[in-house]
């Protein structure tokens, strides 16, 4: 079914005479063996698969989807669903991937999911290991192995969602994408007495300036374990922009420039989020700040607040 050595092994082999040739055209190589040698040797262990799967399988997956192959030897479907039906997985707990590669195991979790009517989750962590120039991921135009992965999952879930399903199935085929990266937060490298006055504007905004709202909802939310799965909505309240993670899990206005003042306060406490943030820099004034927790005490008192 393919090489069981690499091409300097089996030549050796072959010089040796350590390779049974079949006779009949549909025989296989065979490597010979001693006695004395087999004595020594660990037998080894029965496969935990029960089932026919071969790296080909994993080919013809990924041809299936991209129309082409644009990975060698990936994992097979198959083999991905087998390991985790062993281990039971399931519904709502996670099956972790620390070398996604072609993210074989995304698609393994959904197509599962589809057929048991389970909903498992999965996290799939892949460098953005540049692809070789000479690569069939990178003829197919994939700078990177993350760049194919995230593809790979896309293609999975259209091809699940379209075919039939359990009832059960939640139907979900979506994933967020997260880089890491270094802290929002600006570096401070200055003791108060090495500051000149310069230098003090510098640190009126304690955000680095490349960062978007996106980058400090992300944020907030680790920094208050919050699931990073949960839907986010972005909406409009009194001209700002407020993102509301699941319903009213949290709310997060990180508007700058002054704008934030107590009609907005007041209006977004009508919401009674479990928890709210705002950024430093957002404040019309400090003692609009000073009253943040006073008007959501007021109005919504089991509100968590916070300033960034």
């Known amino acids: ?112 999911n589809a057929a048991d009517g389970k909903n498992r989750r999965f996290i799939m962590v892949q460098i953005p290991q540049v692809c070789d ?33 359990h009832g059960d199935w939640n139907k979900d085929i979506g994933f967020r994408v997260l880089k890491i990266d270094t802290s929002n937060m600006a570096d401070v490298y200055y003791e108060p007495d090495e500051l000149d006055k310069g230098q003090i504007d510098l640190l009126v905004d304690n955000i680095k300036p490349d960062r978007t709202a996106e980058d400090l909802l992300i944020q907030v939310m680790l920094d208050w374990g919050v699931d990073l799965a949960l839907p986010i909505a972005k909406k409009a309240l009194n001209g700002k922009e407020v993102f509301f993670v699941d319903g009213d899990a949290l709310a997060a206005c990180f508007d700058t420039n002054g704008c934030i003042d107590e009609g907005f306060v007041k209006e977004l406490a009508k919401f009674k989020p479990l928890r709210v943030v705002f950024r430093d820099a957002g404040f019309k004034d400090s003692a609009v700040k000073i009253n943040v927790e006073q008007i959501f005490k007021l109005l919504s008192p089991a509100t968590d607040v916070k300033c960034i």
């Open 133 to 165: 120039e000479n690569s069939e991921a990178s003829k197919a135009g994939y700078s990177t192995i993350a760049e194919m992965s995230k593809e790979r999952i896309r293609l999975a879930g259209k091809s699940v969602i379209t075919r039939p399903f």
């Open 1 to 112: 079914m393919g090489w069981r050595y690499d091409r300097g092994t089996m030549a050796r082999l072959i010089e040796e005479k350590r390779i049974l040739w079949p006779a009949a055209s549909d025989g296989r190589p065979r490597r010979k063996s001693f006695v004395k040698e087999l004595a020594s040797e660990q037998t080894g262990y029965s496969s935990l698969i029960g089932k026919d799967i071969y790296t080909r399988n994993g080919t013809s997956d990924i041809e299936a989807l991209f129309g082409r192959r644009v990975m060698d030897f990936p994992k097979p479907v198959a083999l991905l669903e087998e390991l985790i039906t062993q281990a039971n997985v399931a519904s709502g707990e996670i099956v972790l991937d620390f070398f996604a590669g072609s993210a074989t195991t995304a698609h393994a979790v959904m197509k599962l």
